[in-house]
């Protein structure tokens, strides 16, 4: 599904907002993983540099360093705190 950009912005902004809100009180271990739709492997627009921000600063670590996409982008995220993750690389691209 593809959606405009100003909907996947207001979904950013939404989820910035929430893992703001939510992530102090959740405790040491935090795993949240799906398809956020945000190609962190290109070079950073402001909303993906703010998300990468945000995590950084609630001490939140994005594990997913390879393609999940038939396209060759990484969206499907595996975002983590107090976790040590130790094979990122699976992926359902083929499914």
């Given at each position: 599904?593809?959606?405009?950009?100003?909907?996947?912005?207001?979904?950013?902004?939404?989820?910035?907002?929430?893992?703001?809100?939510?992530?102090?009180?959740?405790?040491?271990?935090?795993?949240?993983?799906?398809?956020?739709?945000?190609?962190?492997?290109?070079?950073?627009?402001?909303?993906?540099?703010?998300?990468?921000?945000?995590?950084?600063?609630?001490?939140?670590?994005?594990?997913?360093?390879?393609?999940?996409?038939t396209c060759g982008h990484t969206l499907d995220l595996l975002i983590?705190?107090?976790?040590?993750?130790?094979?990122?690389?699976?992926?359902?691209?083929?499914l």
């Amino acid at each position: 599904m593809l959606l405009g950009t100003k909907k996947i912005n207001n979904w950013i902004e939404g989820y910035i907002h929430e893992v703001k809100g939510r992530t102090p009180s959740l405790g040491s271990q935090i795993l949240n993983r799906g398809d956020f739709n945000i190609h962190v492997d290109l070079p950073p627009s402001t909303l993906v540099t703010d998300f990468v921000t945000l995590l950084d600063c609630l001490g939140l670590s994005q594990s997913v360093n390879v393609p999940t996409h038939t396209c060759g982008h990484t969206l499907d995220l595996l975002i983590t705190r107090g976790l040590d993750i130790s094979n990122p690389s699976v992926s359902d691209i083929s499914l």
